[in-house]
């Protein structure tokens, strides 16, 4: 049947100045999907991509606390939509930007509402890479990604907890085949953790993007604001080769 959905044509519209579109997925809370969102963005960015960040997590809007942002008031600016600002080299959209940090209690038709709105508004100025970091579970905001955007790239994340593990082997059941999957990375690795997830992408014959490592006193640098800072002292190192990894895999 054809589709005849005219808000498609709004999105793709808006969204043709991007080249790649990256989708960091996990159905499971708590694995990092946030840290590694803004970890991949900005060092897409050290590599002199221009790089930019949605957050799409409307409940649990996080991205702006790695980059220790809060803005004060509405920051956007108005110019045929609206123009995200530049946040260390990022361009950055968040729910945020609009509401503080307000609770948004939203449902089903809502969501997909605010999220046609978001895409169908925000100028992305021709990004080359567009992360969008996205909330847990398999529902509407990731329905609507599937739904809306064309093309998108999937990147899965996972620890090497077995709730993880077994979160993102039914996740990879679900999404094989019908949309593109550049790989899983391993995030919150110790001791052989990294192995089993390796197992997992043997298994589910899934590239193994790389793995990060635990990191102790993240949450006391993100704290105190000092996660930017930080990233380029340490986490840096260990997102590169990752980095390297998904542009040479697209
Ligand atoms: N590699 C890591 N080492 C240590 N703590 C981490 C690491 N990755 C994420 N965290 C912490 O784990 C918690 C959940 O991370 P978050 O990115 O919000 O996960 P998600 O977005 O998948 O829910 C946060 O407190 C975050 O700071
Ligand atoms: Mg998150």
Redesign the pocket.
Known sequence: MMDIDPRKYGIRRNLSSVNNILIIL?S?????????STSLALALRELNYSSALLDL?FT?P?CHLFLNYRPKGLDITEEKGIVPPEIFGIKFLSIISFIGERPLPLRGTDITNLFIELLAIARWGGAEYLII?TP?GIRDEILNILTYIDNPKIIL?TTPSILSITSSRMIIELLRGKYRILGIIG??LVENGERLIKNLSTDMNIKYLGG?????Q??NY?YNGEFPKVFDKYIKNDVMDIVREIVTSL
């Open positions: 996990s499971k809370g708590g694995v990092g999907k946030t840290f590694i997590d649990n996080g970091d847990p994340v995030n919150m990060i490592k635990h990191y102790s993240l949450d993100l």
